[in-house]
């Protein structure tokens, strides 16, 4: 016969997992792993828009010389004044 544990005792385990530095441990691997999977969908991206703008004949020089006139046309002076925060 299988034993159930109250909820009292529940809480209590949770209590005593949530502060354990295992469970810490494990959680930064959890989410370094996650992290370095958002990276490579992200990157699949834009290597998927990158080839997407080569075919439409969009160049690194098309994209330079619009992100000038939308500096010229915003007053920004600096190149780094149009990131985007």
């Known amino acids: 016969m299988k034993?159930?544990?109250n909820d009292e005792a529940v809480e209590q385990e949770?209590?005593?997992l949530k502060d354990s530095p295992h469970v810490a441990l494990a959680?930064?691997?959890q989410r370094n792993k996650y992290l370095r999977r958002q990276r490579l969908y992200t990157l699949r991206w834009l290597e998927k828009r990158g080839r997407e703008l080569s075919e439409a004949g969009i160049t690194m020089e098309d994209l330079a010389a619009q992100a000038a006139e939308q500096r010229a046309a915003d007053?920004?002076?600096e190149l780094d004044d149009d990131a985007i925060f």
């Open 3 to 5: 034993s159930e544990i």
């Open 14 to 16: 949770i209590s005593v």
């Open 27 to 29: 959680r930064k691997e």
């Open 75 to 77: 007053g920004f002076d």
